[in-house]
């Protein structure tokens, strides 16, 4: 069983997760519109393993006996000025992300809910690697995104990233 705050916090990271797939769902949205097919790709991409995120947790409360009351999404951004721009405010949204999981982390420590700690030691992992992700293009972005037919090159590098996997079933079969 979970205490009942922190069942609460953790559901508050359901929603959380909801809204960082419905923000990249958003700038995937916008590079499209701007014909930045390889941007809109690593975004959607993004936003299913955000979704996979909310399921991860939604999986853990069911496991220790509790519930996941899903919440009202607040409508993301529209429009970004660039495409650094929407690398930029990824970053700090993953900032936010890392605040709410450390205090989730202390939240389970105080309770001595060693289960949780072990859960959310992957989110820990997780946001060194989410964090690292969008600053990596940023810089892609500052070293040749001014040069000619830089923001085209990026774009196809983006398009490399690998498909995310079914956030239903995140471990595919060996
Ligand atoms: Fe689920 Fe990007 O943190």
Not at 102 to 128: I, M, R, S
Request: aromatic share 10%; proline share 5%; hydrophobic share 45%.
């Amino acid at each position: 069983m979970l205490a009942k705050k922190m069942e609460t916090a953790l559901v508050n990271q359901v929603h959380e997760e909801m809204y960082s797939f419905y923000l990249y769902l958003a700038m995937a949205e916008y590079a499209a519109a701007e014909g930045l097919p390889g941007l809109q790709h690593w975004m959607r991409n993004q936003a299913l393993e955000e979704f996979s995120h909310a399921v991860k947790f939604m999986n853990y409360i069911a496991e220790k006996g509790g519930k996941s009351e899903l919440k009202a999404l607040q409508a993301p951004p529209k429009a970004w000025k660039s495409a650094k721009q929407v690398f930029e405010e990824a970053l700090k949204h993953e900032g936010h992300i890392t605040e709410c999981i450390n205090n989730l982390v202390d939240l389970a420590y105080t309770l001595k809910d060693h289960a949780t700690v072990n859960f959310l030691n992957w989110f820990v992992g997780e946001q060194v690697e989410e964090e690292a992700a969008a600053k990596a293009v940023i810089d892609m972005i500052n070293l040749t995104g001014n040069a000619p037919g830089g923001m085209f090159m990026i774009d196809r590098e983006l398009a490399a990233r690998p498909a995310a996997p079914n956030p239903y079933n995140p471990t595919p079969a060996a």
